[in-house]
C-alpha cells in the first residue's frame, strides 16, 4: 500500500507560480511512474502531467505545456508539479498517482495509488 499525499496548493493569482509536491512513503516509489491529474467543479478527473519511474520521460496535457514541468526525486520519494503562468482554467483539485507498472500514462484507471488531492485556485 502506498500512501500519497500532496501539498502546495492554494490560493494564486493569475499568471503566478505554485509548485505542488506529492510525498510517497510505503511501496517502491523509484519502480512506479507517477502522475499529477486534476478535477474541477462539475468536471471529470483529467491529465495533468505524467513522469515516468527514471525520471526522464514526461508527458504533459495540451492545455499545461510550457507552462508546468514534472519532476521527480527518487531519493525523497517525493514528485513535484511546478506550475507558472497559472491561468483561472487551471483552478481544480490536484492529485497525485502511482502507476505500479512504472510506464507514464493519461488513463486514470492505470494508477493504482491516489493522494487525497490539493487545492488549488487561480484568481483572474
Known amino acids: 500500500q502506498v500512501q500519497l499525499v500532496e501539498s502546495g496548493g492554494g490560493l494564486v493569482q493569475a499568471g503566478g507560480s505554485l509548485r505542488l509536491s506529492c510525498a510517497a512513503s510505503g511501496g517502491t516509489f523509484s519502480t512506479y511512474a507517477m502522475g499529477w491529474f486534476r478535477q474541477a467543479p462539475g468536471k471529470e478527473r483529467e491529465f495533468v502531467a505524467a513522469?515516468?519511474?527514471?525520471?526522464?520521460?514526461?508527458a504533459y496535457a495540451d492545455s499545461v505545456k510550457g507552462r508546468f514541468a514534472i519532476s521527480r526525486d527518487n531519493a525523497k520519494t517525493t514528485v513535484y508539479l511546478q506550475m507558472n503562468n497559472l491561468k483561472a482554467e487551471d483552478t481544480a483539485v490536484y492529485y497525485c498517482?502511482?502507476?505500479?507498472?512504472?510506464?507514464?500514462?493519461?488513463?486514470?484507471?492505470?494508477?493504482?495509488?491516489w493522494g487525497q488531492g490539493t487545492q488549488v485556485t487561480v484568481s483572474s
Open positions: 498517482a502511482a502507476d505500479h507498472w512504472g510506464f507514464i500514462s493519461q488513463r486514470p484507471n492505470e494508477y493504482e495509488d
Open positions: 513522469i515516468a519511474r527514471g525520471g526522464v520521460t514526461t
